[in-house]
């Protein structure tokens, strides 16, 4: 005594409508037809990502020896990644001394960054662009890596800690100076672009110390 | 009346479609918006009917009008934006030698003797710009080796306020009163004479908040915070005719200066030299009674003495 709409009585042979019979022979090879290039076509992800660790490991030792000559070109791609690693890579060692600061790592870097592009566009004669500045000072934020794992352990307040902090803030900004002169071809002004990076890495070593 | 009626002439058949009757039509909907402003409160329904002759339509034109309001906004912010923002117009300022930096520097610190003819201002920014994050620097270096706590704000943000407010403020003032004075000064030059001016601040706090002695600071803001400043009077005086207009102009500057200097100090620095100096000494006498003239160092560790044992009683 259910209720059943006349029209459902009608219905009761099963449907046999052929929308939709997919191919039977299905292989990759036949899946060019439909996508433009198949499976091992495709681009490796790292490329695609345009993440190469060859040209990171070559800007982190050019970071890493002071007196290394840098390759111009090697800034011509800008490359972001290395650089947020780096940054978390500086919060977590400052997290493993007991300062929770990420957010004055990320905003500082923000503000120098931008800081830094405004003079460096000033300052040269062909421009640069934003992600350049912040890739470079990024690496070059690696020297205050090594600082702050060292004030994990040991206390940086005494005069052993003020000389290592001078010392080490001035290897960040060389290295930062060198590659900004040698991609921007400004001779005779590396002082003038090392002592703002000196400043910007300056607050960073504040940060590790207090 | 006339509501049922579609009104032609009211009806824009370029409807945003049409590139040439664009212009005329965002004049006739700006207007059209600013008499809706006025009438806003009390005309709504009349201005309706007076826009489009028929009230079902006025939604899709009227999301096509803000279509092209947007876009129009839209190029006029970026044809300000790129005439005002260009900090090209800045780049002559910043063209300068690591040699001519450093000139500049020891030079704002000698006072020039000849007044009696205009002296020449370097119109660099870069200078003093770098001077300033430097002051910025050493005051958050003194605010955290004394553990100043700033409740509303963040210590950066008062450091950067300060110092800029200082340089942009203070240079704007005086260019006024030189305005005033009918000094011959720019406000390029102000800013430069300013922020060279600040060279001196950045010498003392620097010495002075790691070297914990007021007589010490108060030498230092006496000779080296008086140098800069009679360099910059001195510069100023060059290029103002008139005693009473040299006595304002310079007076005032002179008083701001050293009183920012003395404010630095006093304000951003608590230095709490007992405990300070007890950390250093390496014995700790049991309380006992001196007299005020003795050296500094025991005379502290007495104070911290008496502080720390009624604190703890």
Not at chain 2, 72 to 88: E, M, P, T, W
């Amino acid at each position: 005594s259910a209720f059943v709409p006349p029209e459902m009585m009608q219905q009761q042979q099963p449907y046999t409508g052929q929308i939709y019979q997919p191919s039977p022979a299905y292989t990759p090879a036949s899946a060019q037809s439909f996508y433009g290039s198949s499976f091992e076509d495709e681009p490796p992800l790292l490329e695609e990502l345009g993440i190469n660790f060859d040209h990171i490991w070559q800007k982190t030792l050019t970071v890493l020896h002071p007196l290394k000559v840098a390759d111009g070109s090697i800034m011509n791609e800008t490359d972001l990644a290395g650089p947020m690693v780096f940054c978390l890579a500086f919060g977590a060692t400052l997290l493993l001394a007991g300062k929770i600061q990420f957010g004055y790592v990320y905003g500082i870097s923000a503000i120098g960054c931008l800081g830094m592009f405004c003079l460096l566009n000033l300052m040269s004669m062909t421009g640069v662009s934003f992600g350049c500045v912040a890739s470079v000072l990024g690496y070059c934020l690696l020297p205050m890596i090594l600082l702050s794992t060292f004030a994990v352990v040991f206390s940086l307040q005494g005069v052993l800690g003020i000389i290592l902090t001078a010392g080490v803030i001035g290897w960040c900004s060389f290295s930062a100076s060198k590659i900004f002169i040698s991609a921007l071809a400004m001779e005779g002004q590396q002082l003038l672009v090392a002592y703002p990076c000196a400043l910007l890495y300056g607050v960073f070593a504040l940060i590790s110390v207090f | 009346g006339g509501s049922a009626v579609i009104d032609m002439e009211n009806m824009d058949d370029t409807s945003g479609s049409s590139f040439e009757d664009m212009g005329e039509m965002h004049q006739r909907m700006k207007e059209e918006e600013e008499e809706e402003a006025e009438g806003e409160a009390g005309a709504a329904e009349e201005e309706d009917g007076e826009f489009l002759g028929m009230k079902g339509l006025r939604g899709q034109l009227g999301r096509q009008v803000a279509d092209q309001m947007w876009q129009v906004g839209k190029r006029q912010a970026s044809r300000a934006f790129s005439l005002y923002a260009n900090i090209d117009i800045l780049r002559p300022y910043f063209d300068v030698e690591p040699v001519q930096v450093r000139a500049r520097l020891l030079e704002s610190m000698i006072p020039v003797k000849m007044i009696n003819f205009p002296q020449k201002i370097a119109g660099e920014l870069y200078g003093p710009l770098m001077l300033v994050f430097t002051l910025v620097a050493i005051l958050l270096h003194g605010m955290k080796t004394s553990d100043t706590i700033i409740r509303e704000g963040t210590l950066m943000g008062t450091a950067i306020g300060t110092c800029f407010g200082y340089w942009l403020g203070v240079s704007a003032f005086i260019y006024f009163l030189a305005y005033l004075c009918n000094a011959q000064i720019t406000m390029v030059q102000m800013l430069s004479l300013l922020g060279y001016g600040l060279f001196g601040h950045c010498i003392t706090l620097f010495v002075t908040y790691n070297i914990h002695f007021h007589s010490l600071f108060y030498i230092f803001w006496l000779v080296v915070g008086g140098l800069s400043t009679l360099r910059m009077v001195a510069v100023l005086v060059s290029r103002t005719v008139g005693h009473t207009q040299r006595l304002i102009l310079c007076g005032t500057l002179a008083a701001l200066h050293m009183l920012f200097l003395l404010y630095l100090h006093f304000a951003y620095h608590k230095v709490v030299e007992g405990i300070l100096d007890t950390l250093e000494g390496p014995n700790m006498p049991p309380f006992q009674r001196v007299a005020r003239d003795i050296p500094v160092v025991s005379n502290a560790v007495l104070n911290t003495t008496t502080k720390t044992v009624a604190l703890t009683l």
